[in-house]
Every structure is written in C-alpha cells, then in structure tokens.
T-cell receptor
Framework: KAGVTQTPRYLIKTRGQQVTLSCSPI?????VSWYQQTPGQGLQFLFE???????NKGNFPGRFSGRQFSNSRSEMNVSTLELGDSALYLC??????????????FGPGTRLLVL | AQSVTQPDIHITVSEGASLELRCNYS??????LFWYVQSPGQGLQLLLK??????LVQGIKGFEAEFKRSQSSFNLRKPSVHWSDAAEYFC???????????FGTGTSLTVIP
C-alpha cells in the first residue's frame, strides 16, 4: 500500500496570503488528522476529519480550516498568513476508530515558510 | 487537561550504549500511549504503543517501553543504540474519546560513533 502523501512538500508565502495544503491518506483509511510542528511547540493537533466531517478540533484560530472529500483526501487552508504560521504541517491517517487506539500513519509533511 | 512532557530536549549517547528516553503524561484515565520516531525530512513512524495489559511493551527496531501508572511515565528504552537510531523521538497520548492525540515536544537523539 502506498503511504500518506502530502503536496506540496515545500511552500514559501508572504504575510497576508492564503495557502492550501493537500493530503492523500492510505487507501481505505477514513480518518485524516492535521498537526502543526514547530521547534518550540512540538506537534500540535489542528483537526481531524472522518467521513467528510470535522470530528475533533484543536486550539487554533479560525484562519485554519480544513475539509475532507468523499475519497478521504483532505485539504487544509490557512488564510491571512502570519510569520508564526511557518511550520511543518503533518497529515496522519488512520482506518476509522472513535478512540485513541488507532495507529496514525504520518506523511512526510509540508514545510511552509511565511516571509 | 491532557499533556505529555518529555523532560530531555536533547540526549547524546555512544554507539552501543544503552538508552532511556523519558516521558511523563497527565491524563484523567488510563491512557493510550505511543512512541514515534522522526528522521530528518521524514514523517513520524510508530515505534510501539500501550493500551492495556502487560506494562512492558516491545516495539520495532529493538525498542521497548514500560508503563508505570504510579509515576505517570512511559519511558522508552533500548539496550544497545545504533548510529541509525539518531532521530527525534516523540511520546504521545491518545484520548479515549475521539481520535485525538497529544504529543510531547520531542527528544533529539545524537549517537556518537
């Protein structure tokens, strides 16, 4: 099986712009989670989508949003970019699960630099 | 509130030496615990996980971890470190309600030849 893929791998944007990141989960996986990874904060949970519905949400401002398509592919969008949004954005997929027992499989991430 | 603490930001060990990476968690119930490893430019790979039962769990690449409820800890160990183990290691707690995970800030491991 192919792993989790994320596109693009690298992005450079300027403050005020918006950006869309894409994640294709492992075939058959219906849950997709997004994380922001920064040196100071580590991995922080953004949100999780399951069957096209946002099931869980972390503590991020409304500028961060996401969606999931019927094929389980997911996108996250960040509007009005700020310098502090520079980070590695990781996507993880898991089969289904309604508890924290599911193994999450991570993609390589999209590195976003905001200038 | 759920949280995970990895007290060691960076650890350096010699190849062949033993390794222990510390992880402490805060969670209201019996947690689901995970250790992940991240190599440079890569995503996270699951090393091992604990849900219940035997408190000593074995993982891939020769790693093991022990769950100690009394100490709220889930430390990762390896008897003999290889140069290829140099990476960033993350401990995580999975919430019992909802597919949500809380990660520590990571421990960076350097292996000296």
């Amino acid at each position: 099986k192919a792993g989790v893929t994320q596109t693009p791998r690298y992005l450079i944007k300027t403050r005020g712009q918006q950006v869309t990141l894409s994640c294709s989960p492992i075939s058959g996986h219906r849950s997709v989670s997004w994380y922001q990874q920064t040196p100071g904060q580590g991995l922080q949970f953004l949100f999780e989508y399951f069957s096209e519905t946002q099931r869980n949400k972390g503590n991020f401002p409304g500028r961060f949003s996401g969606r999931q398509f019927s094929n389980s592919r997911s996108e996250m969008n960040v509007s009005t970019l700020e310098l502090g949004d520079s980070a590695l954005y990781l996507c993880a997929s898991s089969s289904a699960g309604t508890s924290g027992t599911e193994t999450q499989y991570f993609g390589p991430g999209t590195r976003l630099l905001v200038l | 509130a759920q949280s995970v603490t990895q007290p060691d930001i960076h650890i350096t060990v010699s190849e062949g030496a033993s390794l222990e990476l510390r992880c402490n968690y805060s969670y209201g119930a019996t947690p689901y615990l995970f250790w992940y490893v991240q190599s440079p430019g890569q995503g996270l790979q699951l090393l091992l996980k604990y849900f219940s039962g035997d408190t000593l769990v074995q993982g891939i690449k020769g790693f093991e971890a022990e769950f100690k409820r009394s100490q709220s800890s889930f430390n990762l160990r390896k008897p003999s470190v290889h140069w290829s183990d140099a990476a960033e290691y993350f401990c995580a707690v999975g919430a019992r309600t909802g597919n949500q995970f809380y990660f520590g800030t990571g421990t960076s491991l350097t292996v000296i030849p």
